[in-house]
C-alpha cells in the first residue's frame, strides 16, 4: 500500500501563495487517484481538490477554484497543491488521500478516500 507524506506548510500573509507537496511510496501511485482536503478547528474536515491517476481529471471545490492548482508528476510518485490568493479562510491542516476503487462521482467525499497523509499546518495571517 503506498504511505504519503505532505510537506510545505507554514505560516503566510493574506493574498499570499503556498506549495504543497505529496510523495507517496510504497505502490504504483499512477493506479490512485489523489485528493486534498482540509480541516480547520472546529469543522469538518472539506473537500479540496481531486486529480486523476494519470491526471486526466481534475475537480475543485467552489471555494478554492480559480486559486489552487492541483498536479502530480507520477514518475516522481508526487501530488502538489499550489495555492495563491490566501486568505485568512484557508487556514486548516492540509492532508492528502488516496483513492483506488470509488467512482469519479464520490471524489468529493472524504469517506472515498482508502490512505491519508499526517497533514501540514497552513496559517495565513490578516
Known amino acids: 500500500q503506498v504511505q504519503l507524506v505532505e510537506s510545505g506548510g507554514g505560516l503566510v500573509q493574506a493574498g499570499g501563495a503556498l506549495n504543497l507537496t505529496c510523495v507517496g511510496s510504497?505502490?504504483?501511485?499512477?493506479?490512485?487517484?489523489m485528493g486534498w482536503f482540509r480541516q480547520a478547528p472546529g469543522k469538518e474536515r472539506e473537500f479540496v481538490a481531486v486529480i486523476s491517476g494519470r491526471g486526466a481529471l481534475t475537480y475543485y471545490a467552489d471555494s478554492v477554484k480559480g486559486r489552487f492548482t492541483i498536479s502530480r508528476d507520477n514518475a516522481k510518485e508526487t501530488v502538489y497543491l499550489q495555492m495563491t490568493e490566501l486568505n485568512p479562510e484557508d487556514t486548516a491542516v492540509y492532508y492528502c488521500?488516496?483513492?483506488?476503487?470509488?467512482?469519479?462521482?464520490?471524489?468529493?467525499?472524504?469517506?472515498?478516500?482508502?490512505?491519508w497523509g499526517q497533514g501540514t499546518q497552513v496559517t495565513v495571517s490578516s
Open positions: 510504497g505502490s504504483t501511485l499512477s493506479r490512485w487517484k
Open positions: 488521500a488516496a483513492e483506488l476503487n470509488d467512482p469519479w462521482s464520490q471524489a468529493h467525499l472524504a469517506s472515498s478516500y482508502d490512505l
